[in-house]
């Protein structure tokens, strides 16, 4: 099976070693990952501030690079969304172009949610190091891409006891895009309430599978001196697992 | 459902909104009555919430089943109590409000009540006297079995969707959480409601022949 | 009303809002009450799903054709013998209210809670013409006392602890200090009594009014709609038009979706259900029923884009969930209206001028629409409300930041540059405190890019590597 990965722009600037750990877990499980180089950015930010015609532009592009793939598969669940969720809306007018981009984003996964939906992937193997981890489930994640218990699954397979799940993992981490330099002392506090619940925990890794509340839980973690916990997208120690 | 569940249904869910629901019979009554009346009447904790005339109770003066207000009118003479029910006169009936709202106990008939929400249905008309349900801090309300319906809905629909003109709905005590969230009982209206079903049988007491 | 005069910040309101350790404290344990009980009401309920969708068919019914409804509404009621006033805005109820009390001569008034009420200022407005209202509910009597507006719509006295409870009792009724709950329940219930009994005018909002019968409908816990119904001689009812529900068989269905969502109880210990004032001879409820149906803005909203903001029940669920109300409490948004419905609502009510904040008090997390019983798509709708306030703006650097990320090699080399920044050189970003740079470092560091060669580097050596 040949797929189109969507690098997303904060792997594309933050998070190398996730997409490359995602793409060695995709071929190893027999996957032909193919890299569209013109791929920009999804949007989300355009679409989340209200400024339409700004979306519109990018999902065009997104429309033109990715039409003519089997399948997308993203590294972040929030732009798995925006892609599935939230293009076709972006033309009213337009239905022929709607339909379009409605079959483009029933073609569109999430990682993990390809890996499990699609691939049928239901076991792994146990972790060679054993390591105290957690799972951040992300708004996107539970309620834009529907995807609860899968991540928690693997994780448990591979370590057993030491997967620890989340307190109050509904609960929202307070980044959600400009909020977070809109009302920063919200997002904040917010954030202090999640870092809380994962220190609780005693992990020393968090795994998620949405790379904008990734970015937004390590920094934080690091101005609260926790720089120790290992912030990573679950394809990662997914690759530890499978890709050696 | 049968006419039993339906029964069940309704005390299960009537007892988890705090009110105390009791089967009794007719003969039980008087026995069952005057313990109550009795303990109203002392000092006892919690005090008193109203200016209290101990030993008055509030009764409607209409829509009673044949003779059963005269019942209760007996029990409470025996236990020392006055009545006070909404006055007949010219023109229609009437409340000495000051003195209704210092009554100790409100007992009235309920000719219906519902099994889903665990809910009494109070209609109001001339005489039927809804504020001794309301003002007194305690509630007794009397009904026949077979005046349980299995919920809102079929009551509307057994009246062809029509509604007496003005009713409500009581279920369990008045109360609040809006302290700390911590649920208090008898903030306007009773802080404690009895019901108690003539002729049935209580559906939660095993029986002796399992 | 509109509480300020100055367009609202919440930014500022939130800061000292989050801030208040005590506060954040007290909404949270009241919403995490809230939210497990609802959860384990819904959980008792089969097909409470398909309810949902019920009640929204039933509400879109209704929005569909408001006018028509309250017109059907309005004529019913009236038959039944209640006296109608339609209130084309918020000024023109107050001050038929008003009206009311002055024709009667009356001086005393006691309220069941209405946000309705809130949001036309009524209060104030009937203080001016000399009468007295005393807020009967017992959270809308505490912060009345204290002279503060309702911080959340179900429990307005969210943010009061017991001891703030009792130093007010203490200097208003003359009560001990230092009470606890119970007595004050007690205390309160007392002073209450006396002012239902004497009141000349009863003032109450109502949860659902049914067009087919002309009904009102007021789902209370206390007592106190019973009360301000049965007790004085003359009633005001005040509700927005968007209250109607179409037929009485429609009551049941609401009123499961209204009380679990909202408390978690299968229903409320009270249902007071009115249809028309006391007819001649009965000795309970009022001689004089008026009716006063809102319309403020309503019947626009009904035909435009936000038109399910219509359908809310009032019953504080989206609250409870939302973080950012959570967060912070109901005195933050500076509305009648709170959390995320209040988001919505407050803009469209009173403007985007009066409220340009609330549509980004949202993290988008969708919890709200989840726990909304007639699935009001409020996310969507903060969004629109974005789109709407965007439109109202130039958008240059909008359209220039998305011309250059739709660009493939503008892309590329803006990512890279930052990329750049962000490893080698933070020093040129570093100590801001001004912009978003100074919002991002408020808490958090600045994004470390992993070690090592950028994706797309690795991807090209790799193509080249198995040539």
Known sequence: ?244 | MSRSEILERYVGIARAAGTHVEFITADDLPGRLAPILLELTESRNPAPMDNPEPRLAALPASGWPQGLQESVGIILAASGYETIMPREMPGGYAWDRDRLARASIGITWCAEFLADTGSLVLPAGPGMGTLAALLPEVHLALSYAEGCRTGLADYLRERGNTLPRRLTLVTGPSRTGDIEATMTTGVHGPRKVLHFILDGVDPETPHADG | MQINDRPHDFRKASVSAVADKVLGAAVRKTADIFVSMRAASIAQLAGFEDLRDWGRSRKLEVSGRLEEYALEFANRIEAAGAIVHFAHDAAEAAAIATDIAVKRGAHTAVKSKSMTAEEISLNEALMQAGVTVTETDLGEYIIQLAGEKPSHIIAPAIHKDRNQVAQLFHRFLGTPPGLDVDSLVRAARKTLRDRFLAAEIGITGANFAVAETGTLVLVTNEGNGRMTTTLPPVQIAILGIDKIIPKISDLPGFLTLLTRSATGQTISSYVTIITGPRKPGEEEGPEELHVVLLDNGRSLLARGPFREILHCLHCGACLNQCPVYRAVGGHAYESVYTGPMGDVLSPLLWGMKAYPDLPDACTLCGRCAEACPVRIPLPEYHRKLRILRAEGQTQWAAGASAAIAANPLLCRTSLGLLRQILAHHEGLLNGRTEGALGAWTTCRELPRPGAGPGFRTWWRNRERGSL
């Open chain 1, 1 to 244: 099976m040949r797929i189109s990965l969507l690098l997303t722009c904060t792997a594309d600037l933050l998070y190398p070693a996730s997409a490359r750990a995602c793409v060695e877990v995709l071929e190893a499980l027999g996957v032909e990952v193919n890299f569209p180089r013109l791929q920009t950015c999804c949007g989300q930010p355009w679409i989340n501030t209200g400024h339409q015609e700004g979306a519109r532009r990018l999902a065009l592009h997104f429309l033109e690079v990715f039409e003519r793939a089997d399948a997308v598969v993203a590294l972040s669940s929030s732009c798995a969304d925006t892609v599935r969720n939230h293009y076709a809306e972006l033309f009213p007018d337009s239905p022929a172009l709607r339909e379009r981009l409605e079959a483009m984003g029933h073609r569109t996964y999430e990682f993990c949610e390809f890996l499990h939906g699609v691939l049928g992937v239901n076991k792994i193997a146990a972790h060679p190091r054993s390591a105290r981890t957690t799972y951040h489930s992300s708004c996107r994640t539970l309620r834009g891409i529907g995807l609860s218990g899968v991540a928690e699954g693997y994780l448990a397979q591979m370590f057993g006891d030491d997967f620890v799940p989340l307190a109050e993992s509904e609960t929202c981490c307070g980044f959600g895009g400009s909020f977070s330099i809109k009302l920063p002392e919200i997002s904040g506090q917010l954030l202090a309430d999640k870092l809380r619940n994962i220190t609780a925990t005693g992990a020393s890794q968090v795994a998620t599978l949405d790379l904008s509340c990734l970015t937004h839980l390590a920094a934080g973690a690091e101005r609260l001196g926790l720089g120790r916990i290992r912030f990573l997208h679950l394809g990662q120690i997914m690759a530890e697992v499978m890709a050696r």
